[in-house]
């Protein structure tokens, strides 16, 4: 278990500083998060976990709204200047931890939202890579937060299924890490009003992005450059918190690089969504009390 960071008594209380800038009203979403890895694909259908989500009971958590952050309300946008957070969506795959090591040898921390169960893996499978590959990522102090178990549209399948969506990943989460999230990003970025309440209750906060890679569109030699002048011209917008996917391939080898490179040149530091909003490590996660 890693030390969590020394935040218990240097936690610092931001009340009032979250601005409408910052926090945008519970609108409807206008960007999307069209990952290829929806698994309405049909290709899981005989898989009994994939239906049923992961074995044993539910984790039992303090669901206490604990920080300053708010919870079950769209947070786009950093708060500390001179942080920006980079985030990646869909992973773990075979680039994050080399995404991972890029941000160490940087001096950045990066933040990974994960589908417990995603296409062509489940996070606690011990005959991959996949558990070492979060704990090893958790432990050098990225952020990890919960992208649901089976990176469902929390819009579509309803409120039943929306909360076991929530629920099963934290069964994957607890597998490996032996805690679940507070953080977590809607797949698609489709989340509205009710479910974001549903989220509250849970004891999630939701975060969203103001800068939009679309690398999983330009995920080719001829179009990643398109990623990366996204990038910089979101950042020139005073955008904070970057939206990105490690499951490809030129989001690891070209665009990172890039992204990093072009923070060090503008003097700005990568870190995680929750330091970036002020929010002291110790609160990033609950400890498991069924264990
Ligand atoms: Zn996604």
Redesign the pocket.
């Known amino acids: 278990m890693r030390p969590l960071a020394s935040a218990v008594g240097l936690a610092v209380f931001h009340l009032n500083l979250l601005g409408p800038a910052v926090i945008a009203a519970a609108a409807a979403s206008s960007t999307k998060?069209p990952?290829l890895?929806d698994v309405d694909h049909g290709f899981h259908a005989a898989d009994v976990e994939y239906e049923n989500g992961p074995s044993g009971p539910d984790v039992e958590v303090d669901r206490d709204l604990i920080g300053d952050m708010p919870y079950g309300i769209r947070i786009e946008s950093c708060q500390n200047p001179g942080e920006v957070a980079i985030t990646f969506?869909?992973g773990p795959y075979e680039w994050t931890r080399n995404i991972a090591e890029a941000f160490d040898d940087a001096g950045f921390k990066a933040t990974f939202?994960i589908?417990g169960f995603n296409a062509w893996r489940k996070i606690y499978d011990t005959s991959t890579q996949y558990p070492k590959l979060v704990r090893d990522i958790y432990a050098a102090g990225h952020q990890i937060g919960s992208?649901t178990w089976t990176?469902k549209s929390l819009e579509r399948v309803g409120k039943e299924k929306r909360i076991r969506q929530i629920l099963d990943n934290e069964k994957a989460f607890n597998k490996v890490l032996g805690v679940i999230p507070t953080y977590m990003r809607p797949?698609?970025g489709e989340c509205y009003e009710d479910c974001q309440q549903d989220l509250k209750k849970l004891g999630y906060h939701l975060i969203w992005w103001d800068i939009d890679t679309k690398d999983y569109m330009y995920n080719s030699e001829d179009s990643y450059n398109e990623a990366i002048d996204r990038f910089d011209e979101d950042l020139d917008d005073g955008g904070s918190i970057a939206l990105c996917?490690d499951i490809k391939y030129y989001t690891a080898h070209k665009l990172v690089p890039h992204m990093i490179s072009e923070l060090k040149r503008r003097e700005l530091k990568g870190v995680t969504v929750g330091q970036c909003l002020g929010d002291p490590e110790e609160n990033w996660y609950r400890p498991v009390l069924n264990n």
């Open positions: 998060d990952s890895f969506d869909d939202f589908a992208h990176h797949p698609f996917h």
